[in-house]
């Protein structure tokens, strides 16, 4: 399997403009995690969807983020408009359904600089 | 609330030496997963255990090693004879045990291996 995968791998971006991101997770895994990395606050969740439905997005810092997940396959990070504050590494991550909570898999992420 | 706690910011060793990283956390819950991941200077996450609360028995994967102590609410994360590769930065996770649900990160330990 190819693992996960995120596009674009580096985006650099005007305050203002709006930013999407995109994560592909491993076939037949049915979690799908968004996570953003700062040094000020470390890797911290998002939002995460099981099946396809989003279960928890109080880790959504405002209005300005939106997440998507239309099939299995695909998912999106909006940022609009987009902030300095945002610039961050954002990680995508998949999971297997099964029993108990399983280890979940990393995409390369997503270096997003906001200028 | 769950919380995870690495009060090693940054660990340097010589090259053989063996080094423990310290991972402490906090939860109400009474069943649970622990994880650790590691992080190269690539920047991807790389996935090394997965540990339920019921299994307090130590484990060895090569030079790795894990100690968790449910009574110290610890599960920490030995090398042994250290080598140049092993130089990144260590995460200690937690989550719930029942579904595939998000990981709360600690800050992480930098691990610099020198040769």
């Known amino acids: 399997d190819a693992g996960v995968i995120q596009s674009p791998r580096h985006e650099v971006t005007e305050m203002g403009q709006e930013v999407t991101l995109r994560c592909k997770p491993i076939?037949?895994?049915?979690?799908l995690f968004w996570y953003r990395q700062t040094m000020m606050r470390g890797l911290e969740l998002l939002i995460y969807f099981n099946n396809n439905v989003p279960i928890d997005d109080s880790g959504m810092p405002e209005d300005r983020f939106s997440a998507k997940m239309p099939n299995a396959s695909f998912s999106t990070l909006k940022i609009q408009p987009s902030e300095p504050r945002d610039s961050a590494v954002y990680f995508c991550a998949s999971s297997p359904a099964g029993q108990g909570n399983n280890e979940q898999f990393f995409g390369p992420g997503t270096r997003l600089t906001v200028l | 609330a769950q919380k995870v706690t690495q009060a090693q910011t940054e660990i340097s060793v010589v090259e053989k030496e063996d080094v423990t990283l310290d991972c402490v956390y906090e939860t109400r819950d009474t069943t649970y997963y622990l994880f650790w991941y590691k992080q190269p200077p690539s920047g991807e996450l790389v996935f090394l255990i997965r540990r339920n609360s019921f299994d307090e028995q130590n484990e060895i994967s090569g030079r790795y090693s894990w100690n968790f102590q449910k009574s110290t609410s610890s599960f920490n994360f030995t090398i042994t004879a250290s080598q140049v590769v092993d130089s990144a930065v260590y995460f200690c996770a937690l989550s719930e045990a029942w579904g595939n649900t998000p990981l709360v990160f600690g800050k992480g330990t930098r691990l610099s291996v020198i040769a």
């Open positions: 076939s037949g895994h049915n979690s």
